[in-house]
């Protein structure tokens, strides 16, 4: 674990490539738009009330502020998952020049990539908490055990990272895949459903509690909206956490110096 370590806490200290290069990324990105950096909250908005409005409307007697809450912050956080996953597996080959120049400290490049998700998810922010505080179910109190429940997203995220990038240096063709299974991920996570319509004593139940973006959306989600935390997650996250760290430290000393003959 140590070399893994020790990079990260090189880019730390360093954080002119990925901290304030990811910024330039979302702003270069946007700026020759009319609207600019605007259309980064134009999906959050269809999914909360149109997609939300529009299922909604095919489920009679539902609550539509709960709902709107529930899929707003569940969506945000998705989204944010779902894209350092798939940039993660072809990260690599978008600096390959960078590390042909000698920079093996490639925890620059997938901080870069985890910061820039970061930066949309605190963009679209203003929204989340207006539908959330909207909801009859927000809860204030809720508010710091779901900083501490992004907290743990953020460390997953990194851990996952780790693992993806070298293995899509590896497998260049592991960018296509991932695009399908984060597909699949989001069918059968609870982002625009009710964790109730699968109960544990079901198949659809337990396949949903084995899920880990079920667990990571319930660390934000249920402190905010009252919800309540399964006794798995409180099991499932701590371990899934230190068995993802674990695995990055392992990924990273042993194929972190082959990444550039990968490329």
């Not at 539509?64 to 989204?79: L, P």
């Not at 989340?128 to 809860?139: E, H, L, Q």
């Not at 919800?227 to 997650?233: H, L, M």
Request: aromatic share 14%.
């Amino acid at each position: 674990m140590s070399m893994l370590f020790n990079h990260f806490m090189q880019s730390v200290r360093k954080p002119d490539h990925w901290l304030y290069g990811s910024w330039l990324d979302t702003v270069v990105r946007y700026r020759k738009m009319r609207l600019g950096m605007l259309w980064l909250l134009i999906p959050t908005v269809v999914y909360i009330w149109v997609i939300g409005g529009f299922l909604v409307s095919m489920q009679p007697g539902i609550d539509k502020a709960r709902f709107f809450a529930h899929i707003g912050i569940g969506y945000t956080i998705f989204r944010m998952v779902a894209a350092v996953m798939s940039d993660a597996t072809s990260v690599f080959a978008g600096y390959q020049y960078f590390i042909y120049d000698g920079n093996q400290r490639l925890t620059d490049f997938i901080l870069r990539n985890l910061a820039r998700s970061f930066y949309y998810f605190l963009l679209t922010m203003p929204l989340v908490m207006a539908v959330a505080i909207a909801s009859p179910d927000f809860d204030l109190a809720g508010i710091p055990l779901a900083v501490a429940g992004l907290a743990v997203v953020l460390v997953n995220l990194f851990s996952f990272s780790v693992v993806l990038s070298i293995a899509g240096a590896r497998f260049p063709d592991l960018s296509e895949l991932m695009g399908s299974i984060m597909m699949a991920a989001f069918l059968i996570t609870p982002v625009v459903w009710y964790p109730q319509a699968a109960p544990e004593d079901t198949a659809s139940g337990v396949f949903m509690r084995a899920n880990p973006f079920h667990h990571l959306l319930l660390a934000i989600r249920a402190p905010l909206l009252g919800e309540t935390i399964d006794a798995s997650s409180w099991v499932y996250l701590p371990v899934m956490t230190v068995t993802g760290l674990i695995a990055a430290a392992v990924t990273y000393r042993l194929y972190a110096r082959r990444v550039a003959v990968w490329l």
